[in-house]
């Protein structure tokens, strides 16, 4: 058998361990726990989340949070609008546009701003696919 010394500090994690659990049970927690141990509940869990999908991402998380990362979270937020304005325009039905409507498109400067991003991305999408 091994022995353990109670020291004051000892004694008073216990008291504290035991008041939250005494809180838990007083709250329901500790019945949920035992729930949430049945084997059957954790078989069919299991089977929701390891599928062949979820498996093939755990095996690559690591190139995931890499990738995470590496993202300038800054960046991100200037470009959220850009993704929620182009989300919304897709959202609409296009009218049909002929050669006259796009010239005259070109006048507008929303357009122009918007083709300008466009061959931005164009034209770093391009530099990103050179082979060296």
């Not at 005494?22 to 954790?42: Q, S, W, Y």
């Amino acid at each position: 058998m091994v022995s353990v010394t109670i020291t004051p500090e000892r004694r008073e994690a216990l008291e504290k361990f035991l008041d939250l659990l005494v809180r838990m049970n007083e709250l329901g927690l500790l019945d949920t726990l035992k729930d949430l141990m049945d084997p059957e509940l954790i078989g069919r869990l299991s089977e929701l989340v390891l599928t062949p999908g979820t498996m093939k991402l755990l095996d690559r998380a690591d190139d995931l949070l890499e990738l995470a990362g590496s993202v300038d979270v800054e960046d991100l937020k200037r470009g959220l609008p850009l993704v929620k304005a182009a989300l919304e325009a897709l959202a609409r039905e296009p009218k049909p546009v002929g050669l006259r409507d796009l010239l005259g498109a070109l006048r507008d400067p929303d357009v122009q701003r918007g083709l300008g991003l466009a061959v931005e991305v164009l034209r770093a999408i391009g530099k990103a696919t050179r082979t060296k």
